[in-house]
């Protein structure tokens, strides 16, 4: 009776230094499939989302202190900077987290964001103009009326910039590092490249003969 072997056996047809090697990821296509790039991608997405945790965090105690100055009463400040504080506190622990282990890569994770941080400056400068052509249209009446108002509408601009910044920007930018972030950690963190030496190791193309790199 015949048993299907469904992955070819042994050890590994090359080294994961081999694999890592920046000469070899320069002469791949940079959207080559590979096992490697699979690991920092699906890595770098769960970073991304946890960086605007952390720089979301401080703009949002921001528009506490705004708010609580515009209106004069300590309340916006009181609720909103805590939760910042807490917001950044639990995106800076996530991060690291999600950082120093392989992920799970079973799991679907689509970024519908810029990967890159040009691609994310590019995006929130077009929102940015787009919005700031609205707001012209009412600032000079707020201005005539002198009761704050101007100063509540370019404060109100400087914040959602603010959070453009931090939903856009930020994670763009870790996006489009995932790669060679990934790359640096395995060379420096001794758990995390054992965890991929050991994924290596087992690791074969369900779907055809790919190599396990380049990164």
Same mark, same amino acid.
């Given at each position: ?70 209106? &004069?009463?300590? %309340?916006? +400040?009181? *609720? #909103? $900077? ?7 506190? /639990?995106?800076?622990? =996530? ?23 040009? &691609?994310?400056? %590019?995006? +929130?400068? *077009? #929102? $940015? ?7 012209? /249209?009412?600032?000079? =009446? ?41 790359? /640096?950690?395995?060379? =420096? ?27």
């Amino acid at each position: 009776m015949t048993h299907h072997v469904p992955f070819p056996a042994g050890a590994p047809a090359h080294s994961l230094d081999h694999w890592l090697s920046p000469e070899l990821a320069r002469v791949s296509p940079p959207n080559a499939p590979s096992r490697l790039r699979q690991l920092a991608d699906a890595q770098g997405t769960r970073a991304a989302g946890w960086s605007s945790a952390i720089a979301g965090g401080p703009v949002l105690a921001l528009a506490g202190a705004f708010f609580s100055t515009m209106s &004069g009463n300590p %309340a916006a +400040v009181l *609720v #909103l $900077a805590p939760l910042g504080v807490a917001l950044m506190l /639990l995106g800076i622990s =996530s991060w690291k987290r999600v950082r120093a282990k392989l992920p799970d890569t079973n799991r679907i994770l689509i970024s519908r964001g810029p990967g890159s941080a040009r &691609g994310g400056v %590019a995006m +929130v400068s *077009v #929102l $940015a103009v787009a919005l700031g052509g609205i707001l012209s /249209l009412y600032l000079p =009446s707020a201005v005539a009326k002198d009761d704050g108002t101007a100063a509540m509408l370019a404060g109100s601009f400087v914040l959602i910039l603010a959070v453009l910044v931090a939903c856009i920007v930020v994670p763009s930018a870790v996006l489009g590092r995932a790669r060679e972030s990934f790359r /640096l950690r395995i060379q =420096s963190n001794p758990e995390l490249r054992r965890a991929v030496e050991q994924d290596l190791a087992v690791w074969r193309d369900p779907h055809g003969n790919a190599g396990y790199g380049p990164l």
